[in-house]
């Protein structure tokens, strides 16, 4: 490199300083003065990081004054540029500018710009670019967007549910699925669509205070969705933020006892624009004509001002069929505006729905189920299937088959007008298959005398607690013994379930083990006992760990070889987590609340386990546990199945199971157990009765829930994406480490593009490619198209110009040495608002042009992959001397190739707007005319529809082309 004082440099590691100059030399070092950025920079003469900036005949250049030049002649004297042009604002010609008084807010942005300035990239840069811009394209482009990176298994009857409302614009649902059946998965694949596509920005979630951190956990781990928890606390520090604490975050999670008991909070987040809002666990939202609950009226509230509304409850009926009327009058006043109208209307479903089951079996249909089917469908749309099921059409296709499509037009028909088909979904585990059994050891162990001296003395201390108090304290013999003899007792040396489950433990030596016991003290005793006693491998889950500590516990307990063989959970364990790789089950006690005991069962006991389950309940003789364990065993089967009937049972018998838990007085215990068991089984029979075969239809998909199960699992294991990200990653500057077991560590280096990596923790992280290993290990990040780590870093990549120019060899020697082709890469960008829908029919799209030196275009005879395995990397140096001696054909090529992509544009337009046009017509179409049989279409969903039509067009019809980047090939031989 050649240095004189004056001469221009621009840094190729520090592009955005601008112009430099040279302004000190000495025989190692020259510096640089950047003053656009008002810095200097030192280096070593022999290999500074610099490149000469030189312009070319025809380019245009700016002075530091502002004005413009157009060069005609380039004039160097002593190692220093002189420009010669005309002037372009005032048209003088033979105009000099010095390089020394060139703007120094020069920068080279456009790729033939940054190749003629010398500032040229890797040729693998550039694959990944052109890569990322398809991939990107592609993603968007996916009718599965948004569905295919979460970290949950493929569940049909979920994905159907999520498939068919996450696209609405302000969806307002009630998802109402039993318990196991995955409604908070369905509402975070629900989210996680209106997120992606913009529909909605900002989210509130309201749930019980109990479900907070399950909530919590769900949406981060499995959706990678951050929501931040709202309390008290939460709202004074956002105080120095905003006025209204609510405005500081996106995405917000809060207790609907939180806004209950602060009527100012409430009337903030009231106060709040928010997109969308979540429910949980609505069926406590009670409601009756004279008198709706103070919770009904505050979700009321915000649901009348909120456009999206979801609501979840796995008991839609069990506060009484008026609340569930309320609750669908929460989504829609207007169509659920009368109670007797509504059931009414319910009515003329039940011969409907034995219409459907009659057509699924493949029977004829009677005259009573046509009847049925015409009140609802009309006698037009009616009749030609009907006489095609009764063998009278001449179409030429086989009768079985004509016969298979009219049945299911005429299902399809009946679900797409069902009253409440469109608003509310509820599969039951009648109606989905694919649950395992499960197997209950209700084993009485004797009471020890330590504890039964301990409680007789409580007894006559706490005589003056309330009931329930003492009802709860006798449900837990080891913390009475504490309370009164000090942490120092170790009653696990002689508590007979301590010893049990050792036994069972080394008896089960080949089998995972999770032990659910509801206080955190009792966990951390129990792990003491099996690890000092026989050196057992087990470790605890806790509320007092932090979310990174539990992760690292229940991945100690996943791994397979030289994991722990026990995971012992405080009651917060049995929330939000899945450890459904295991299926023995033990209750070291036993929650006081039917729903707590559903959701112990049901980490294992869910839909996709693959085992029976084993549950083991060992408690003490006539003790408050051993109540507790008989009446939900035979006056509510709880163990042995799932008791959506549990909780109305409870509330009906609570205060006399209460007075015997606190008494342990247990003469009652058999007329209890007999009164439960029969009421039980008169509202299980009545939720039976209460069935909707035609909404169980509609809510499970059926082939269409099966089709996108398919799609999506044949995405899994995507090598390309495998390949992607290990490029990504190693472009960025982010070190990989071989884990095994389908994983990768995945951590910061010194030598990093940025500073930080979006979605990447400061301390790292371990990936995995695989569903089944991320299902398995929590501790692990799921990869996929739709991970933060992957989008963020292609939105890096593409921002920071990464890979925009390059040149390569192409060794051929049918060519001439010195052939050249010129590889472009248009991006078309309609700059519309991603919340306008715009990326499921035109996000940017990549148009790639290869030229010869002729001008001729060869990009449809030689494909891109193919075209680049032929070629090779070639130093900087070289290239840049490569690309400076054709910079005039290179000019000319473009010029060419700017008349070439413009059809291609067009063709992209066109292609855009048909899509559009005949998907939303389509949709627009069909609505309406379900309007007038189903009133469930809201007016709102219509106009939206009409408008996003308008819209869109504008935005296609003016969609623009921008060279995003570019590649020099030159043929050689050697």
Not at 756 to 771: N, Q, W
């Amino acid at each position: 490199m050649t240095f004189t004082l004056g001469q221009r440099w621009i840094s190729d590691t520090e592009s955005d300083l601008g112009l430099g100059t040279v302004v000190a030399l000495d025989a190692r070092t020259v510096t640089l003065m950047f003053a656009a950025s008002e810095e200097n920079r030192l280096y070593a003469r022999s290999d500074a990081p610099i490149t000469r900036v030189v312009f070319n005949v025809g380019d245009v250049i700016e002075s530091q004054e502002g004005w413009s030049l157009k060069v005609e002649q380039v004039d160097v004297q002593n190692d220093l540029i002189s420009y010669i042009g005309t002037r372009q604002d005032t048209e003088d010609t033979d105009v000099v500018l010095r390089e020394i008084f060139l703007n120094h807010q020069i920068r080279f942005n456009k790729p033939q710009d940054k190749l003629f300035a010398g500032q040229i990239d890797r040729m693998d840069n550039f694959v990944l670019r052109y890569n990322a811009l398809s991939n990107q394209y592609q993603q968007h482009k996916s009718p599965m967007r948004g569905l295919c990176g979460m970290r949950a298994g493929l569940i049909p009857h979920q994905l159907y549910i999520a498939h068919e409302v996450g696209r609405r614009h302000a969806p307002r649902v009630l998802l109402a699925d039993e318990v196991g059946l995955g409604k908070t998965i369905e509402a975070g694949m629900i989210i996680h669509q209106q997120v992606l596509s913009g529909r909605s920005e900002r989210i509130l979630i309201v749930v019980p205070e109990t479900l907070q951190h399950q909530w919590l956990v769900e949406m981060m781990r499995r959706f990678n969705l951050h929501f931040s928890v709202f309390d008290e606390e939460r709202c004074l520090e956002s105080q120095a933020d905003a006025l209204n604490p609510f405005d500081t975050q996106q995405y917000v999670l809060c207790s609907l006892d939180f806004l209950k008991k602060n009527a100012k909070r409430y009337e903030q987040a009231l106060d709040t624009h928010w997109d969308l809002l979540v429910v949980d666990e609505a069926h406590h939202l009670e409601w009756s004509v004279d008198a709706p609950s103070r919770e009904y009226e505050m979700v009321e509230g915000l649901a009348a001002k909120i456009a999206g509304v979801l609501l979840l409850t796995a008991t839609p009926e069990q506060l009484g069929h008026e609340s569930h009327f309320a609750r669908l009058r929460l989504l829609d006043s207007d169509r659920f505006f009368d109670y007797p109208t509504f059931v009414k209307e319910e009515q003329q479903y039940a011969p409907v729905a034995e219409a459907v089951t009659s057509l699924e079996s493949g029977n004829a249909l009677t005259n009573d189920e046509k009847n049925s089917i015409t009140e609802l469908l009309s006698e037009q749309d009616a009749e030609p299937l009907f006489r095609i099921l009764d063998g009278c059409s001449s179409q030429q296709e086989s009768d079985e088959e004509q016969k298979a499509l009219a049945r299911q037009e005429l299902i399809d028909n009946l679900m797409d007008r069902h009253g409440t088909g469109r608003i509310l979904f509820r599969n039951t585990r009648a109606a989905i298959k694919g649950f395992p059994t499960r197997h209950v050891h209700l084993l009485e162990m004797p009471m020890p005398e330590q504890y039964t001296r301990a409680m007789r003395v409580a007894k006559m201390m706490d005589g003056d607690l309330p009931e329930t108090t003492q009802a709860l304290k006798n449900l837990y013999p080891e913390e009475i013994l504490q309370d009164l003899e000090g942490d120092k007792t170790s009653w696990w040396t002689f508590d007979p379930r301590v010893t049990w489950l050792i036994d069972k433990v080394l008896e089960k030596r080949s089998e995972k083990i999770l032990v659910i016991a509801s206080r955190a003290a009792s966990a951390l005793q129990l792990e003491q006992a099996l690890r000092e006693r026989e050196g057992i491998r087990a470790t605890v889950f806790h509320e007092g760990m932090s979310i990174i500590e539990r992760d690292k516990a229940a991945a100690y307990f996943a791994q397979e070889e030289g994991g722990a063989q026990v995971l012992i959970c405080s009651e917060i364990g049995s929330e939000g987590r899945n450890f459904q790789f295991a299926n023995q089950l033990v209750m070291f006690d036993l929650p006081f609340n039917p729903d707590l005991l559903e959701q112990r069962i049901g980490r294992l006991d869910r839909i996709g386990q693959n085992r029976d389950i084993e549950i083991f309940v060992p408690y003490l003789e006539n003790s408050a546990q051993s109540i507790l364990a008989q009446w939900y065993h035979q006056g509510l089967n709880a163990f042995a199945e799932t008791c959506p009937t549990g909780r109305s049972v409870y509330d009906q018998y609570s205060d006399q199971l209460v007075s015997m838990l606190a008494s342990i007085e247990m003469s009652e215990l058999e007329h209890l157990v007999e009164e439960s068991a029969i009421l039980n089984k008169k509202l299980k029979a009545k939720l039976d009765l209460g069935r909707d075969r035609l909404l169980e239809i509609h809510s499970n998909g059926g082939e269409k829930a099966q089709k996108i199960t398919e799609t999506i699992a044949s995405g899994d294991n995507d090598t390309n994406l495998v390949t992607f990200a290990l490029g990504l990653f190693d472009t960025i500057g982010l070190n990989q480490d071989d884990k095994g077991e389908n994983a990768l560590v995945v951590t910061p280096s010194e030598h990093m593009m940025v500073p930080s990596y979006p979605g990447l923790p400061y301390e790292g992280a371990t990936i995995t490619f695989d569903r089944e290993t991320a299902l398995s290990r929590e501790d692990m990040h799921f990869m996929s198209w739709e991970h933060p780590m992957i989008q963020g870093g292609i939105d890096l990549l593409l921002s920071e110009n990464v890979g925009t120019n390059a040149v390569s060899l192409l060794k051929n020697k049918a060519l001439p040495v010195g052939t050249m082709f010129l590889e472009l890469v248009y991006l078309v960008d309609a700059q519309a608002p991603k919340r306008s829908g715009i990326n499921q029919f035109l996000p940017k799209t990549p148009i790639r042009l290869l030229m010869d030196g002729k001008g001729n275009e060869l990009s449809a005879q030689v494909p891109f992959d193919t075209f680049n395995r032929q070629l090779s990397p070639i130093n900087r140096h070289m290239a840049s001397k490569v690309a400076s001696s054709v910079q005039e054909q290179i000019h000319a090529l473009i010029e060419k190739a700017e008349q070439a992509v413009l059809p291609k544009l067009d063709e992209v337009r066109q292609s855009a707007n048909t899509e559009m046009q005949q998907k939303l017509n389509g949709e627009l179409e069909r609505l309406q005319a379900l309007k007038a049989v189903n009133p469930n279409i809201r007016d709102e969903e219509i106009t939206v529809i009409e408008q996003q039509i308008e819209t869109l067009s504008s935005y296609i019809e003016t969609a623009q082309l921008q060279l995003d980047s570019l590649r020099l090939i030159v043929v050689a031989h050697q």
